[in-house]
């Protein structure tokens, strides 16, 4: 139950989900320019170059893919945690 409380911090906070999907995007477009200028010298070595941002936007795009399933499972669980902790009625301590 603590790892569900993490991540939905985590779901709350939105930062990590997009730091990730900053990075993957920023390699993709720097490898793509990198594979353009090494193909000016050799094309054979400038379309290897290029296995390396076609690999960066699929793991964008399978980022985006889970990104949203765990949005859309989220969602529901933090609604019936919410919905839970109102319904339960407040301890009261005896002295």
């Not at 490898?31 to 690999?55: R, T």
């Not at 985006?64 to 669980?77: F, Y």
Request: glycine fraction near 4%; aromatic fraction near 10%.
């Amino acid at each position: 139950m603590n790892i569900l409380r993490y991540y939905i911090n985590l779901y709350r906070k939105n930062r990590q989900l997009t730091l990730i999907s900053w990075v993957y995007g920023i390699i993709a477009v720097v490898f793509v320019f990198v594979a353009g200028i090494f193909a000016l010298i050799n094309q054979s070595v400038g379309v290897a170059i290029l296995i390396v941002p076609l690999i960066a936007i699929c793991a964008l795009s399978a980022n985006v893919v889970v990104w949203a399933l765990v949005h859309l499972m989220l969602d529901g669980t933090v609604k019936k945690l919410e919905e839970n902790e109102q319904a339960k009625p407040a301890r009261k301590s005896s002295k």
